[in-house]
């Protein structure tokens, strides 16, 4: 079984920077890809950044050259930098990954959530 552990919310001001970090733990095979979403109250989920095993990278629109997603195969860890934050950017944010564990089974894993605010 693969656990993630997200940290790095907070609460910021309008044009403020936060990153947010996700650890994957258990026996572990391969990544293939990891992502962030977010979701605000009375919205669906939406996805927000993906990042894969040969470090291709995808974005939402809405967060396009203010968001950038990595990771550190090492540590099994993504990070999320987000710049120029704005208030329509506040949610809970969650990390999901995806992959193979070391008994040659997929998993598709969620962490706990997050929450980001951005308020002055």
């Known amino acids: 079984q693969v656990q993630l552990v997200e940290s790095g919310g907070g609460l910021v001001q309008p044009g403020g920077s936060l990153r947010l970090s996700c650890a994957a733990s258990?026996?572990?095979?391969?990544?293939?890809?990891m992502n962030w979403y977010r979701q605000a109250p009375g919205k669906q989920r939406e996805l927000v950044a993906t990042i894969t095993s040969v470090g291709s990278t995808n974005y939402a629109d809405s967060v396009q050259g203010r968001f950038t997603i990595s990771r550190d195969h090492a540590k099994n860890t993504v990070y999320l930098q987000m710049s120029s934050l704005k208030p329509e950017d506040s949610a809970v944010y969650y990390c999901?990954?995806?992959?193979?564990?070391?008994?040659?089974?997929?998993?598709?894993?969620w962490g706990q959530g997050t929450q980001v605010t951005v308020s002055s």
């Open positions: 258990g026996i572990i095979f391969r990544i293939n890809v």
């Open positions: 999901n990954t995806r992959g193979v564990t070391a008994s040659i089974r997929d998993f598709d894993s």
